[in-house]
Every structure is written in C-alpha cells, then in structure tokens.
T-cell receptor, first 117, second 110 residues
Framework: EAGVAQSPRYKIIEKRQSVAFWCNPI?????LYWYQQILGQGPKLLIQ????????DSQLPKDRFSAERLKGVDSTLKIQPAKLEDSAVYLC???????????????FGPGTRLTVL | AQRVTQPEKLLSVFKGAPVELKCNYS??????LFWYVQYSRQRLQLLLR??SRESIKGFTADLNKGETSFHLKKPFAQEEDSAMYYC????????????FGTGTSLTVIP
C-alpha cells in the first residue's frame, strides 16, 4: 500500500512569512496526526484528527498555527506568521483505528523540513 | 505529568556486543509503551510495542513498572541496527496522545 505522503519536502522562508504543508494519509486511515520535531528532540504532537474532527489540539500554538482536514482525508497545516523557533521537521502520521490505543500503529510520512530565516 | 526520558543521546557498541537503550517514563496508571526507529534516510516506524510482547529484529523490551522503565535490548548488535531510536508512551491518561522521548542515536561499529 502507498505510504503517507507529504509535500513539500523542504521549505525555506523568512520570519513573518506564511507557509503551508500538505499531508495525504494512507487510504482508509481514520486518524491523522501532525507532529513538530525540533532538532535534537522527539516528535511533539501538534494536532490529532479523527476523520475530519479535531481530537486534540492542546499543544497547537493557535495564534499562528492552523490545521484542517477537509472531507476526512487530506490535511493542511499552516503557519502564519512564522517565527525563527518554528524551524523544525513537521511530520504527518496516520493510523487505521479511530480510538487509538496500544494496538494502533502510526505510519509516518517523510516529513517537511522548515527553515525560518 | 506524562514524560519519557532517554538519558543517552548517543550510544556506540561493537558488532556482536549486547546493546541496551534506556527509557524511563512518568505516568499515572498503566501506560502503553512503544519503541520507534528511524534508519538513515527512512521514515520513522514502529519497532515494537510492549502489549504484544514481541521480538522484532532480535530486539525485546520489558516493561518494569517498579522502575518505570522500558529498556530496549538486543543480545548481539548488527551494523544494520545503527539508527535513531525513540521511546514513546501513550494511554488513557493522555487521551491516547503519544509522548516521545528525545531519542538515542545508536552506532554499531564494525
């Protein structure tokens, strides 16, 4: 089966500019996750969708970050305006089950490396 | 608060030597624990989960609730084991949200 797709793979912008990332999960997967991975750290969950509804966005900086998952399939994550500390790899993952849990497996995309100058 | 600690950022072992990657956690209740691995130029992927009590690529991990640890072990390291390893925690107390450790970079020296 095709894996999780993300684009672009790399993006360089200046601070205060806007940027958007796209994710296409594995077909049939109910849950979609966006993670931020800063250099030297583990992935940190930003937002979790179940179908097209938000399950958890407690760690999403809502003053500048937004995300949507239209029709419960593709998703976009936007940063507006970007700050220097937003430089990171943004990972998208998807899983089959809607309830998550120990037996659910997250499949990760290749990530988008964002550099904010 | 939920937390995953991986005390070693870098770990080097010789081929054929035993390897142990440490993971300690903080969680109220019964956690669900995982090890994820990222090989060079590849995606982050699940290696194993404690609930399955499985051995993948010769790796095992035992949940020790007394020591709140979930160390990853392999008796004989191979060169292809060189990768970045992340311990992760989930569970009802986290709303099934995953918390990842900072990762350990394992290098197996030929």
């Amino acid at each position: 089966e095709a894996g999780v797709a993300q684009s672009p793979r790399y993006k360089i912008i200046e601070k205060r500019q806007s940027v958007a990332f796209w994710c296409n999960p594995i077909s049939g997967h109910a849950t979609l996750y966006w993670y931020q991975q800063i250099l030297g750290q583990g992935p940190k969950l930003l937002i979790q969708f179940q179908n097209n509804g938000v399950v958890d966005d407690s760690q999403l900086p809502k003053d500048r970050f937004s995300a949507e998952r239209l029709k419960g399939v593709d998703s976009t994550l936007k940063i507006q305006p970007a700050k220097l500390e937003d430089s990171a790899v943004y990972l998208c993952a998807s899983s089959f089950h809607s309830s998550g849990g120990a037996l659910d497996t997250q499949y990760f995309g290749p990530g988008t490396r964002l550099t904010v100058l | 608060a939920q937390r995953v600690t991986q005390p070693e950022k870098l770990l080097s072992v010789f081929k054929g030597a035993p390897v142990e990657l440490k993971c300690n956690y903080s969680y109220s209740g019964s956690p669900e624990l995982f090890w994820y691995v990222q090989y060079s130029r590849q995606r982050l992927q699940l290696l194993l989960r404690h609930i399955s009590r499985e051995s993948i690529k010769g790796f095992t991990a035992d949940l020790n609730k007394g020591e709140t640890s979930f160390h990853l072990k392999k008796p004989f390291a191979q060169e292809e084991d060189s990768a970045m390893y992340y311990c992760a925690l989930s569970g009802p107390n986290t709303g099934n949200q995953f918390y990842f450790g900072t990762g350990t970079s394992l290098t197996v020296i030929p």
